[in-house]
């Protein structure tokens, strides 16, 4: 069981309150009438079970969450191989560098890639 509390009566959102397209996708949400718990990584940055646990929710490895392309991370590292637990701190310490948003609801999970994706779940 994880630690992550899910329901199919409520969407579980991890975003990044800076990102435009997570402010979309609230308002998505919001616009449909679902009772929404918010988590932004910002203000409460995710801890290493619950990054591995979305990450196998969404079938990726914990490396796939992390936006390599992300300023924030061009700017802090070099392109390089480390181990899960390595990309776990990493994200731990620079929430921002992590691939968001992400919904869940019940059993399903998505990574959200464009605001109208959260009308799938």
Same mark, same amino acid.
Request: neutral net charge.
């Given at each position: 069981?994880?630690?992550?509390?899910? *329901?199919?009566?409520?969407?579980?959102?991890?975003?990044?309150?800076? *990102? $435009?397209?997570?402010?979309?996708?609230?308002?998505?949400? #919001?616009?449909?009438?679902?009772?929404?718990?918010?988590?932004?990584?910002? $203000?409460?940055?995710? /801890?290493?079970?619950?990054?591995?646990?979305?990450?196998?929710?969404?079938?990726?490895?914990? $490396?796939?969450?992390? /936006?390599?392309?992300?300023?924030?991370?061009? *700017? #802090?590292?070099?392109?390089?191989?480390?181990?899960?637990?390595?990309?776990? #701190?990493?994200?731990?310490? /620079?929430?921002?560098?992590? $691939?968001?948003?992400?919904?869940?609801?019940? /059993?399903?999970?998505?990574?959200?890639?464009?605001?109208?994706?959260?009308?799938?779940?």
């Amino acid at each position: 069981m994880g630690e992550i509390a899910t *329901s199919d009566r409520q969407i579980t959102l991890f975003y990044n309150s800076g *990102s $435009k397209r997570a402010k979309q996708t609230l308002a998505y949400a #919001k616009a449909e009438g679902w009772p929404i718990h918010e988590i932004d990584i910002l $203000k409460t940055p995710p /801890n290493g079970t619950q990054i591995a646990e979305l990450a196998g929710r969404l079938g990726l490895e914990v $490396k796939d969450l992390v /936006n390599q392309s992300h300023p924030a991370y061009m *700017s #802090k590292f070099e392109p390089h191989e480390f181990s899960s637990e390595d990309w776990i #701190k990493m994200i731990r310490h /620079n929430p921002e560098i992590m $691939k968001q948003p992400i919904a869940i609801r019940g /059993n399903n999970t998505i990574l959200v890639e464009t605001p109208t994706d959260i009308l799938r779940i």
